[in-house]
């Protein structure tokens, strides 16, 4: 089956650190790759995507590498701010199929 | 509009009572979801439309939920009867057509539903 594993939260920073937050997925086939993004109270944003192996997504300093050989879509961030604290969420979607399969999500709470 | 727009934003619901919730998708999005997210969970697919038609329903729990979007635009999901496992956050999002995995899908910022 398809399915989305994503480190479980909350992961809490403090300013200017390193993110990494891991998602592995399982696919039948070969998946378009995509970290949204939930801030407290709003719907879910595209934070980036990949639609295929060895492409990097990239967005607002974030950034993501699309493995095959790893099955993973680890999300990455030089320095994080304090805005940045949400909830992300690492989702798979085939070409011509229309579902999304999402992670458990990951909550991120960055301190000043 | 700007936006996808979802109504209601809250809604507490007595067990056994009938809810309908409401989206309005992106102006000329042809595609059209919904998701069910339960607390701490990612969101899981309920059904998606292509224009009026119901391409894809797989996801609906019971047969006490249904979704329809008549004209084209609007779309409604109808929960009957409704139980305390139906408390979830249901979120609504269009793209401006299918099959095409590059195309953006945008959420709506849900409509929360407590049964109590």
């Known amino acids: 089956g398809n399915s989305v594993t994503q480190m479980e939260g909350p992961v809490t920073l403090s300013e200017e650190a390193f993110l990494t937050i891991n998602c592995t997925y399982t696919a039948t086939g070969y998946p378009s790759l995509f970290w949204y993004v939930q801030y407290p109270g709003e719907g879910l944003q595209l934070l980036l995507k990949?639609?295929?192996?060895?492409d990097k997504g990239s967005n607002k300093g974030f950034e993501a590498t699309y493995r095959k050989e790893t099955t993973s879509f680890h999300l990455e961030k030089g320095s994080v701010q304090v805005s940045d604290s949400a909830v992300y969420f690492c989702?798979?979607?085939?070409?011509?199929?229309?579902?999304?399969?999402f992670g458990s999500g990951t909550k991120l709470n960055v301190k000043p | 509009g700007a936006g996808v727009s979802q109504s209601p934003r809250y809604k507490v619901a007595k067990r056994g009572q009938d809810v309908a919730l409401r989206c309005d998708p992106i102006?000329?999005?042809?595609?059209l979801f919904w998701y069910q997210q339960a607390l701490g969970q990612g969101p899981e697919f309920l059904t998606y439309?292509?224009?009026?038609?119901?391409?894809?329903k797989s996801g609906l729990p019971s047969d006490r939920f249904f979704a329809e979007r008549p004209e084209g635009s609007v779309s409604t999901l109808k929960i009957q009867r409704t139980q305390q496992e139906d408390s979830a956050v249901y979120l609504c999002?269009?793209?401006?057509?299918?099959?095409?995995?590059?195309?953006?899908?945008?959420f709506g910022e849900g409509s929360w539903l407590t049964v109590v």
């Open positions: 439309f292509q224009n009026e038609a119901q391409l894809d």
């Open positions: 990949a639609t295929k192996a060895d």
């Open positions: 102006s000329g999005h042809v595609s």
């Open positions: 999002a269009s793209s401006l057509r299918t099959g095409n995995s590059g195309n953006t899908i945008y």
């Open positions: 989702a798979l979607i085939f070409y011509n199929f229309n579902k999304f399969y």
